[in-house]
């Protein structure tokens, strides 16, 4: 195959992925605009409170669109939701008109006498609780998420390999069986409740021994609060919690992916060589097997960033998982419907990176 064959073939694979990557998150924008439009209540009472005068909740109707037909609904949405929107810039009446208390934007050019074509962030519309922008909550919130879930893959890649390791190259051992069976039993048991377990014991029972009480935060205020700094004591039980599934993973992928790639001939020929037992494992052996590994941990990280939602509420950690809960609590739509864009937008965007890469590096994986 010629290397313009190649090329194009790697180009038709990275557009392919990246459209359905866009499949999906409008898939999930319209299955999240569906559900949530047919819940009952009244946004505009639940913001201004059962009190609120006819005339006050048919102002925030008009606002949100919803005295609209649903279809208008949704494309006022999706409009919305888009980076490259469409607006009308002269009649504050429209469905789509260009106001600047909803968008930060930039002008691209006219669409004849009314309308504009705008680059802006996404809106997400205004908390019902609040008043505050959906994407100024999550924009505080998404960092929290982000480095519990880094946590949580950094501890489990790095016990999981080791562990996997050991246990392949010790294979049938007391080791290697207790391995199996921790691995299985931390798969087994869900989130919240070995969260629940580790939070009471470590940071109940034994907190005068662990000090591992814990305030809901990586960033708290100084004694004088003069300012903030990072309690990393706060990381580590929700960390180890939320790390436990992708661990039991990682020691199963790493212990079979080792096994396989030792019982090879180019493997027998480097100890036949006489090269060292460890040189032969980790410079060799190893290299190989982390392949899969690596694929399986990029593919859970995105997972922890949209599962730590529980793990979130059982260890008060204020992440956009703690807010979601809070949001569903309160009947907070905005909020709710944000975050789980923005958990699959980031799920997707991930996801279709890996893909990406997985086609650079393996050429088959392009194939259909």
Do not use: C
């Not at 982000?146 to 996997?164: E, K, P, Q, T």
């Not at 034994?206 to 990381?235: A, P, Q």
């Not at 960390?239 to 993973?249: D, H, K, Q, S, V």
């Not at 494992?281 to 922890?304: D, E, Q």
Request: a neutral charge; charged letters at 15%.
């Amino acid at each position: 195959m010629s290397k313009l064959s190649i090329s194009e073939n790697l180009e038709k694979f990275i557009i392919k992925r990246i459209l359905y990557g866009a499949f999906v998150l409008l898939g999930t924008a319209t299955v999240v605009f569906l559900l949530f439009n047919v819940l009952p209540g009244d946004p505009a009472r639940m913001m201004l409170g059962q009190h609120a005068d006819e005339q006050s909740i048919a102002i925030i109707n008009k606002d949100l669109g919803r005295n609209k037909p649903l279809a208008t609904q949704y494309f006022m949405y999706l409009n919305d939701l888009s980076p490259v929107s469409i607006h009308n810039k002269t009649n504050a009446e429209s469905a789509i008109y260009l106001s600047n208390e909803k968008y930060t934007y930039s002008r691209l050019f006219d669409l004849g006498k009314n309308d504009v074509l705008v680059l802006k962030y996404p809106y997400l519309r205004r908390s019902y609780q609040t008043k505050i922008r959906v994407a100024d909550i999550i924009k505080e919130t998404l960092p929290e998420t982000a480095i519990l879930a880094l946590a949580s893959i950094v501890i489990a890649s790095l016990f999981g390999i080791i562990i996997g390791v050991f246990s392949a190259l010790y294979k049938d051992s007391w080791f290697d069986k207790s391995s199996l069976v921790f691995a299985i039993l931390w798969m087994s048991g869900p989130s919240f409740y070995i969260g629940l377990i580790l939070a009471y014991v470590f940071g109940h029972v034994l907190s005068e021994y662990t000090h591992l009480n814990f305030s809901g935060s990586l960033f708290v205020m100084d004694d004088y609060g003069n300012g903030e700094y990072l309690e990393l004591k706060n990381l580590i039980l929700p960390a180890i919690t939320l790390g436990l599934r992708p661990l039991a993973i990682i020691i199963q992928l790493t212990r079979s992916s080792m096994l396989d790639i030792v019982s090879q001939d180019y493997i027998r020929t480097a100890k036949a060589k006489g090269l060292g037992f460890y040189t032969v494992v980790f410079r060799h052996a190893l290299k190989n097997a982390l392949t899969p590994v690596m694929t399986a941990i990029s593919g859970w990280f995105a997972s922890l960033l949209a599962g730590s939602v529980f793990v979130e509420d059982v260890f008060d950690w204020k992440g956009i998982g703690k807010e979601t809960v809070y949001a569903l609590q309160k009947y907070d739509l905005p909020v709710v419907m944000g975050s789980v864009l923005v958990i699959a937008l980031i799920f997707v965007v991930i996801n279709t990176l890996v893909d990406i890469l997985y086609g650079i590096l393996d050429p088959r994986v392009r194939v259909g």
